[in-house]
């Protein structure tokens, strides 16, 4: 009997890109999953298909069409693992309806950019600490997007950028605690040829990534989004002075609580680094402020300008950006109404 035939389910909250990206890898994996949407199509369905294309693999390379299957409206039951893979403003909202379906046997992982997120989710939990799920912080440099499709029902992903995906437990009481390791064991015998690949850090080396990864963000997002250029545009005046500067500022906050090697010429690095091999992209900050959709600033420049204040530090430049990226946000709702 295949190992994987006794994994339990694991669920996918959120039919993005990145939530596709793993169901996808999980239904190859022969992964027993479910899909959770915000809103099932019209037709009563169970199976959804997905349209699964690894670009990163070279051109021309075809696509798989695999049957998803996705949550029904009133199911429950406990649910023993949870990806949350929405977007950070989302996630609190779409955990909320599993409340009742998460225990303290349960592990949830966060896959989002940013910080503050886990933070907001766990809260749900305040009352019934003792019922609380293990919950697990991710981060990840693959890169996906969706294509838009014509039919309602069907779903595509395309794996555009092979990247490196890591987790760990958030607390760090949780490191190497027999339920991670139990977590680990499993993930690993279910989906041995699993192209994400996922590693296991100890809770302070994940967070270090995710912070890691949000001092590039907190620079590379606003600009390109307040612009309206790709990423690559950071390698040249006048948005690389503006990102100098800002790298001056995000580094300050940085090495006064406790991350001593994020030097203002070690983010300036990073971010010239990514906006090198990204700089055909259009950042996911641009895409959501061009759609009039709600971006992930406050998890992003707001958690670093949040850091900056209880550390009594000026950051001048990083809340205006925040502060011009809330006001786009702001306008494109009042030009709607
Ligand atoms: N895309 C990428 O390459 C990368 C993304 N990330 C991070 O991963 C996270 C997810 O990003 P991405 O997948 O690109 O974002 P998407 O916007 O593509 O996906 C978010 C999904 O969440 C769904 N959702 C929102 N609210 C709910 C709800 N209440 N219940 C169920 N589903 C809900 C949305 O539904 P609907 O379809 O109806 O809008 C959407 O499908 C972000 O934090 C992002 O920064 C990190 C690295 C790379
Ligand atoms: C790495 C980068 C900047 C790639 O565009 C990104 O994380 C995003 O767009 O969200």
């Known amino acids: ?8 389910t694991i669920h996918v909250l959120g039919g993005g890109a990145i939530g596709l990206l793993v169901t996808g890898h999980l239904l190859k994996g022969q992964v027993p999953v479910r899909l959770h949407l915000r809103q099932m199509p019209s037709v009563p369905t169970c199976l959804i298909p997905l349209s699964f294309i690894e670009a990163w693999r070279g051109p021309g390379t075809p696509g798989q069409v695999l049957q998803c299957p996705v949550e029904e409206a009133g199911a ?21 309806p599993l409340y009742s379906r998460l225990t303290r046997n349960s592990s949830v992982l966060f896959l989002q950019n940013g910080l503050g997120v886990f933070e907001e989710v766990a809260n749900l939990w305040k009352e019934e600490r003792d019922r609380q799920p293990f919950f697990l912080l991710g981060s990840t440099t693959h890169g996906a997007y969706r294509p838009a499709v014509p039919g309602e029902i069907e779903r595509s992903v395309v794996h555009a950028g092979m990247g490196k995906m890591w987790f760990g437990a958030a607390s760090a009481h949780e490191n190497g605690s027999p339920r991670l390791q139990n977590l680990v064991r499993n993930l690993s015998s279910w989906v041995p040829g699993l192209a994400l690949d996922p590693r ?7 967070r270090d990534r995710l912070v890691e990864k949000l001092a590039v963000a907190s620079i590379i997002l606003p600009l390109t989004a307040l612009s309206g250029q790709k990423n690559g545009a950071l390698l040249s005046p006048p948005l690389e002075t503006l990102a100098t500067d800002l790298a001056e500022e995000v580094s300050s ?10 030097t203002p010429s070690w983010v300036k690095g990073r971010v010239r680094e990514v906006a090198e091999g990204t700089r055909e992209n259009v950042s996911s900050m641009k895409a959501d402020v061009e759609m009039g959709r709600r971006t992930e600033v ?3 420049c707001g958690a670093l300008n949040r850091m900056a204040r209880d550390a009594g530090i000026h950051t001048p430049l990083l809340r205006m950006v925040q502060g011009l990226i809330e006001a786009r946000q702001i306008r494109k709702v009042d030009n709607e109404t």
């Open 1 to 8: 009997m295949p190992p994987h035939v006794l994994a339990p």
């Open 76 to 96: 429950d039951g406990p649910i023993e693992c949870l990806v949350i893979a929405t977007k950070a403003q989302q996630a609190r909202e779409a955990v909320g």
């Open 200 to 206: 296991l850090l100890d809770a302070k080396e994940i």
């Open 253 to 262: 906050v940085l090495v006064r609580t406790g991350h001593s090697r994020m």
């Open 298 to 300: 406050e998890y992003i």
